[in-house]
């Protein structure tokens, strides 16, 4: 779930006392562009700048910021590493490039950095917290993402939006009384559509899928630019059996923000399942872009190159994942299948024992708590 | 119509419902599946108590044959028993044999045939093993099997101990089958024995499971499995357990049904075991042992790689391309996989680009069964639904209505009909077994269905504008009596079609019908070609439809 976010881009207004009048011009016309919102000759008077003073922290800073108020995510980040290599402990060009990876999906990235600038600086701590537990939350990471949030959580109680992260951080955790608790804080300050989101996923993680559907329904009909609410609302209607409205509402979530990882799966898959194989990829990889290495999405990948009669493109996958993930079973078990094809019957008889002998224990340690936890039968009623 | 010009051993049994199909319009639109309910006095008595026992929820098999060869298809159903005991201690539990005396009539002779039983019953499976010209009963239950021979005067006879088919296994005592199939595995003419066995099961020591504090059926993942069994039938009334030299034993699972067909036209026929929450076995007949061959064939998961709850299905030629393909159901939020065959090399699933995802995501099915229900030439699929669980768990119906859906050929899509098909007239239950056929002999395929704690249903097919349809029953003289395993493929003027002779359909069920084919438009077949088990092919020309052409294997 992404945490709807405001960045304020940090402008440097000051200049360098050594810089020749020439230069100062161009650099000061570059900050009012920048500030007045012409995005564009902004862009191109940073540049020629910097073609004079391309040691300019300040302004290389800038750029990065004004590429990035104009969406152009990729070159923003370029700019801010450039300014990181002359300067590694600038905290606000570690927040601003956390911020940049984040706009685009890259929550991993994003978080490194936003760790950086929390350690760097204590006055972005807060700030640099709150981005850092929302991407937790959008990499699935959520006992991290609690990790973080529960130290701040007596002074920033009356935060919404601190109280919407934690909440969402508990809520996946599956801590559902915890949530509770973070939903009903959310709620005494009135209906809200964020508190309804929440509302929503705990009553889907129940298979309370009517309430649920009540609840997100309401979410999007009050705020239909929240973030995650449509891709909540697809995931339940998925589990409902609708799967054209299913698809409708994960299409809506990425028209709001194409990184999102869990519509981009589902898409993907759904894509896959229908046989049209150039969206799955897509979608996919957009997914994997979004959660770089997730052993889900590569098994989707995976799978798709088997559906394709990428014989070996699904081997070399599905042999890296397992290299990563031994217990993954269903890996083992395509593989197999890949092996069979490629007529490497002893392989493919290896990896199958595999799958068989690692679904053998997953089942014999379920039904080992479920007899844990079984009182014994007596003389029932009839 | 084109005058009949029989084959060898070829005789005209019976032409009926000509005139309804003469209402077939040529060229018009598809016509809908239509049933109408009638009822038969039947209650499936599972032996449901507050604690659940999990064999309660699995009951529900029956048998659709002739056992008095009189021409119109009779109805057997199974029953349960005390789960404490295994033993039927109450006239409820009773098994049924209902003989179809045509007009509508069913007429209760289970105490006559001697057909009560005494068990926890579950499957059935009907073959003719001795070659008499009657069908027998194979009764597959929990911790113990019955073989009913059929005596042809109206009785039947218990032969299990005699031949060899319930005796306690040695490593895993007494085992708890579903459902079986007779097949003719190393094609010596004898009908073989193919059972599917379920779980690890004991009163005493099941684990009690709940949910939100209520008990009910726990999930298959708390008991172990068994491996299936074959038996080979030795010609003199015994079988020979033959699992391990065959390669059934190595190979455990959670059966719940078996299909059988020859799906890559070797000549030997092949098993699709479904098994629940697990992966699926495809046991491919070499002549001397079987292979399985599942994850060769793409069949062991389905596409997403994930594990389904397999139910009972069908492996039949649904798309008509000569090669059997695979149907079987699951629970709600996994879909009815659908699996086509690639000309026998392996399967590609077809789920989701049939549109079958979509249209039963939300379904939990038990049975199902491949048949042409409006006889345009294309096999639908009919599907009896309901939950394994007894108390809804939020998002999940318990009790559901039976739906069919109608395959729209070549486009390769199908369409769900259930009120539209009139399958509302019953209420909303936990259906178990279906099994199939003409129960009035008008060319129209019926359908019989069970449910817990439920009357069972008969589904008469008044489809409105059916086409013209050939039934083919089979007789074998070199193969088995009853054809198992024969290849029929029909030639009209809008092209060729495909179906074999097997009984093993739907969930724990079992239908002796002839080979059943829906001509639309055309009034008669321009050839009919038998691939039997023997080897023989035998071709019969300008075959008029509208009737059952009794075929006998020609020497």
Partial sequence: ?382 | MASLRPGPGVLVLFSLAAAISLLFLAGGSPSPIRFELKTIPFRLDHGEITARHVPATMAGGIATFDYNRDGRPDIFLTNGANLATLKKDQPKYRNRLFRNDGNGVFTDVTEQAGLVGSGFDDGVAVGDYDNDGYPDLFVAGVHHNTLYHNNGDGTFTDVSAKAGLNKPDTQFGPMWAITGAWVDVNNDGLLDLFVVNYLQWDYATEPLCEYKGIPDYCAPRSYKGLPNQLFLNKGDGTFEDVSEAWGIRAHVGKGMGVGMADYDLDGRPDFFVTNDASYNFLFHNTGAKFEEVAFQKGVALTEDGNFVSGMGLDFRDFDNDGYPDLAFVALAKQAFPLWRNMAGRDFKEVTSASGMRSLSMSMSGFGAGLYDFDNDGWKDLFVTRGDVLSRALPGTAVDQQNTVFRNLGASGRWEALTAEAGLDAAPPMRHRGLAFGDLDGDGRVDVVATALASPAEIWMNRSPGAGHWLDIALEGTKSNHDGIGARVEVTTKRGKQYNHMTTSVGYASSSHGPVHFGLGADDKAESVVIHWPSGIVQTLNDVAGDRVVAVKEAR
């Avoid at chain 1, 304020?8 to 200049?15: D, K, M, Q």
């Avoid at chain 1, 508990?170 to 949530?179: P, T």
């Avoid at chain 1, 809506?252 to 046989?275: C, M, R, Y």
């Avoid at chain 1, 493109?313 to 890296?320: G, I, T, W, Y």
């Fill in chain 1, 1 to 382: 779930m992404r945490y709807a976010l405001l960045f304020v881009v940090l402008i440097a207004p000051v200049l360098w006392a050594q810089q020749r009048p020439a230069d100062e011009e161009v650099l000061q016309r570059a900050i009012v562009l920048h500030q007045s919102g012409d995005l564009e000759n902004a862009i191109r008077a940073y540049r020629e700048y910097l073609a004079v003073r391309p040691d300019s922290i300040e302004a290389r800073s800038n750029l990065g910021a004004v590429l990035a108020r104009a969406g152009r995510y990729e070159e923003a980040i370029a700019e801010y590493d450039h300014a990181l290599a002359k300067d590694p402990e600038n905290a606000a060009i570690f927040l601003n490039l956390g911020l940049a990876y984040y706009k685009i999906g890259r929550a991993a990235d994003a978080a490194a950095r936003f760790e950086q600038a929390a350690s760097l600086a204590p006055q972005f701590k807060d700030q640099a917290i709150l981005l850092l537990a929302s991407c937790y939350n959008s990499l699935g990471e959520y006992k991290k993402a609690i990790a973080a949030l529960s130290p701040l959580e007596s002074e920033k109680s009356a935060d919404q939006a601190f109280n919407y992260l934690y909440g969402s951080a508990l809520i996946g955790d599956g801590e559902s009384a915890r949530g509770a608790v973070i939903i009903n804080r959310i709620l005494s300050r009135g209906d809200s559509a964020e508190a309804r989101l929440l509302l929503g996923t705990t009553k889907l993680q129940a298979h309370d899928h009517e309430g649920a559907l009540a609840d997100l329904e309401k979410a999007i009909a009050l705020n239909e630019r929240l973030p995650g609410a449509h891709a909540r609302l697809g995931e339940l209607l998925l589990a409902m059996g609708e799967i054209a409205r299913a698809a409708a509402a994960f299409r809506q979530e990425l028209a709001l923000d194409p990184t999102d990882f869990e519509s981009s799966l589902n898409i993907g898959v759904l894509a896959k399942q229908d046989q049209e194989y150039s969206d799955a990829r897509l979608y996919l990889e957009r997914a994997l872009k979004s959660r770089p290495g997730d052993p889900g999405v590569r098994y989707q990948l995976a799978l798709l190159e088997l559906a394709t009669g990428g014989l070996d493109q699904a081997r070399k996958a599905l042999e890296a994942l397992i290299g990563e993930s031994p217990g993954f079973a269903e890996v083992h078990g395509t593989l197999a299948t890949v092996y069979y094809r490629l007529d490497r019957a002893a392989d493919g008889d290896r990896e199958r024992a595999i799958a068989q002998k690692l679904t053998d224990e997953r089942q014999a340690a379920q039904r080992g708590a479920l007899s844990r936890e079984s009182r014994p039968r007596g003389n029932q009623p009839k």
